[in-house]
């Protein structure tokens, strides 16, 4: 019986192995991979298991198609679902991964009653209600990641452009994920020092839009979704949860009143830690920022409007 911590990741995907290998490089949990297509998990833990040695990690990583194996999972991450396929409506999309994600979640729930659950599934903001509606957990334990990657593309961009490190650009991000996500530039430093007394405005703006846009253009050229970076940002919201490091991240958290925003998952900073999201940390916007995160909140309503159980 191991004494180790416990994460499951349901998803074996590019984001879900890439997420399981930081996670079990990190050496303080058993990571359990489950997916229903044959033998993926399973190929995929053997992998990653095979790289213990070289790199020096000890957890186990198991692959399943089923779910008895993730029982007593102190996290979650769901990143299951399809992704929008071409010329497949945006309802389309809610309609089948509704499906799916609240199966998952009946089938999490059932084995990990006292688990935190991290949703990455599509679209985003929809897919936490469903989670939250089918578990019955408190809003503590479900909310899910697309803030620290807007983020974490937003960094990467203001680095390049003032030649700085990754590590000392500080910058945040609200609102929906994709078009709708609200940066908060006031907020954003580089090495202490604010963005715009750095950067013209109108560089400031392009490298908004290409954060935006930041999923979209690695499709392009890919012709698939991301993973490496998704797959680290799911690793830094587990670390922060079971190391309790009351990290402040932007998550996609269930508002009841902050922001002006009520009954509906948004990005915004919370404070991560043991307890899942211990406290949403409101900030001062300007009144840009404000409109901005109202019509990002419009938005995300349409999309859970699609929902069969709004």
Known sequence: MSMRRKITI????????????????????DVVLTDIKEGLPQGKALDLNQMGPILGFEPNVTGSNAYEETAGSDVVVITAGLPRQPGMSRDDLVTTNEKIVGSVTEQIVAQSPDCIIVILSNPLDAMCHVAKNVSGFPKERVFGQAGILDTARFRTFIAWETGASVRDVQALVLGGHGDQMVPVVSATTVGGVPLRELVSEERIQSMVERTAKGGGEIVQLLGTSAWYAPGAAIAEMVDAILLDQKRVLPCTALLEGEYGIDGLYMGVPVKLGAGGIEAIVELELTDDEREALAKSADAVRDVVGVLSSS
């Open 10 to 29: 349901v998803g074996a995907g590019a984001t879900g192995a890439t997420a399981a290998h930081v996670l079990a490089a990190r050496d303080y949990a």
